[in-house]
């Protein structure tokens, strides 16, 4: 049970470049989430997919595009990168309990933007 | 809007210390509280919550009490060792959203042998 993958690890890009960050899980879970974590801000909801099929925007939208491809997967796409966007990305899942609900993160992409 | 404030880091105890991490939180409605932990070079992972006023979430040593009058959820453990070294994170729901969290910006924990 490997919960909840990202890749890559780290990437380095060059403004304007385009890339994909990848998200995938394996616990059934209807929710996912894409945040980006800065130093002294914690974390920040990008977009999130409460069922296949839906995405929403969150908090930092601006310059970021998911695809919920299945229950299983939720990429997030920089179509043309900006030093702004350097930053830690995670991924996440979700699971409703009896009384609130538990998200589950990947590792994380740390990405550079030069 | 929702927020949450945590005490600056790092924090740095020598082991078998006494920790407290303060949180303190804006907020409409109940929301529910929770601590959330990220060790070096993983995601993070739940630690403990409290879903209403005055109840105490529990895990690993760790304890959380959510208070409602002073509007704070501190972390604190009793003896705590090198191995809890961490970066620790107070969150809550937002107030229309139960599976969407407000965050704080973390406090990374350094314990020394």
């Known amino acids: 049970n490997a919960g909840v993958t990202q890749t890559p690890k780290f990437q380095v890009l060059k403004t304007g470049q385009s890339m994909t960050l990848q998200c995938a899980q394996d616990?059934?879970?209807?929710?996912m989430y894409w945040y980006r974590q800065d130093p002294g801000m914690g974390l920040r909801l990008i977009y999130y997919?409460?069922?296949?099929?839906?995405?929403d925007k969150g908090e930092v939208p601006n310059g970021y595009n998911v695809s919920r491809l299945n229950k299983r997967e939720f990429s997030l796409r920089l179509e043309s990168a900006a030093p702004s966007q350097t930053s830690v990305y995670f991924c996440?899942?979700?699971?409703?309990?009896?009384?609130?609900?538990?998200?589950?993160f990947g590792p994380g992409t740390r990405l550079t933007v030069l | 809007g929702d927020s949450v404030t945590q005490m600056e880091g790092p924090v740095t105890l020598s082991e078998e210390a006494f920790l407290t991490i303060n949180c303190t939180y804006t907020?409409?409605?109940?929301?529910?509280l929770f601590w959330y932990v990220q060790y070096p070079g993983e995601g993070l992972q739940l630690l403990l919550k409290?879903?209403?006023a005055d109840d105490k979430g529990s895990n690993k040593g760790f304890e959380a009490t959510y208070r409602k009058e002073t509007t704070s959820f501190h972390l604190e453990k009793g003896s705590v060792q090198v191995s809890d070294s961490a970066v620790y994170f107070c969150?809550?729901?937002?107030?229309?959203?139960?599976?969407?969290?407000?965050w704080g910006a973390g406090t990374k924990l350094i314990i020394k042998p």
């Open positions: 996440a899942s979700s699971v409703q309990r009896e009384a609130y609900n538990e998200q589950f």
């Open positions: 616990m059934n879970h209807n929710s």
């Open positions: 997919s409460a069922s296949e099929g839906t995405t």
């Open positions: 907020a409409t409605g109940y929301p529910s």
């Open positions: 409290a879903t209403k």
């Open positions: 969150a809550l729901t937002r107030g229309d959203s139960n599976y969407q969290l407000i």
